[in-house]
């Protein structure tokens, strides 16, 4: 007998319907046909470590050769307790190109052979705006076969809840914001939960602030509308973990996690479509009151 899925709202309201996962497609104007689903497990193993290393994207685009043919599109879900899945993103094929084993990151976790190179491929993937809304709230019952970690999307998939949007992280204030890197890579990895994190530091260019908690040195830094205010910014270093820093690129090179030290602040925000020499000049002024030129890791 089919369930009904539990919608509960922001003010805690409840309602329950039955729903499945192949209506949301259909209404949404996606092919069944063409689209597959994916259901990772991401609690151990390789999907774990590329997950937290932020290689999730490349972790699925590799795949054997002929997996996804004709396939137009791929949901993603992240498994959950018994058979459920909540759902990640959607994803388009653009096309496919060989497996270049060079071209991994260097600290990618699974080591493939050059047989690999050959067996596998490297699927060009694009996040699409498809379900964007329920990334990190439909909550689906993958069904028995577990193991099917890859299905076709016409094989029904039962939705068994909507999730509000929660964010563990409040959005007070600019000036008020201490953010640990491994919080400021989970706000920026999971934006739909933090849109109000989002749009507030896309709307500003500024001066910030990182501070290494283990030496006590610091790096002052700017943005500003070329790089996509704060939020652009600071989305590099949620992919790099260094945002292209000489010193912080040294400090990573030679310890991975070192980032876990990195305090995110901000010293000043301005309209983002302040003049940039103009936000330069306030970066230059942090930088002298903190001497963090001669004694930070500030290049010049």
Known sequence: MSRGIIVITKDGCKGE??????????????DLTKTKLMRHTTNAGEAHECFTLGYFDIY???QRQDRLKDCEYFLSFLAGEGTSAKYYGCYKIAGTEPLKLDLLPADYPNKFSENNGITHSFYKIEK????????NRLVIDW????????????????????????????????????LTYEALKHIIHNSNEHKLWEDRLSAVAGVYLITD?????????????NDGGIWGR???????????????????????????????????????KRDRSEIIAYEQLYKKKLYSTKFGFNNN
């Not at 319907?17 to 996606?30: A, D, P, S």
């Not at 699409?128 to 990334?135: R, Y």
């Not at 890859?150 to 809840?161: F, M």
């Not at 990573?252 to 000043?268: G, L, Q, R, V």
């Open 17 to 30: 319907f039955l729903m499945k996962l192949q209506e949301l497609l259909v209404n949404r104007g996606v």
């Open 60 to 62: 699925q685009s590799i």
């Open 128 to 135: 699409t705006h498809i379900l964007h809304d329920l990334e």
């Open 143 to 178: 069904g028995k076969s577990t193991r099917g970690w890859l299905q076709n999307a016409t094989t029904e998939k039962e939705v068994l809840q909507i999730l509000p949007y929660i964010s563990e992280y409040e959005f007070v204030s600019y000036d008020k914001i201490l």
């Open 213 to 225: 908690t283990k030496t006590g040195k610091h790096y002052v830094g700017s943005a500003s509308s």
């Open 234 to 272: 600071w989305s590099s270093y949620a992919k790099t973990k260094h945002g292209g820093n000489k010193s912080l690129i040294a400090l990573i090179n030679d310890d991975a996690n070192y980032c876990k030290n990195f305090i995110f602040s901000i010293f000043e925000v301005f309209p983002i």
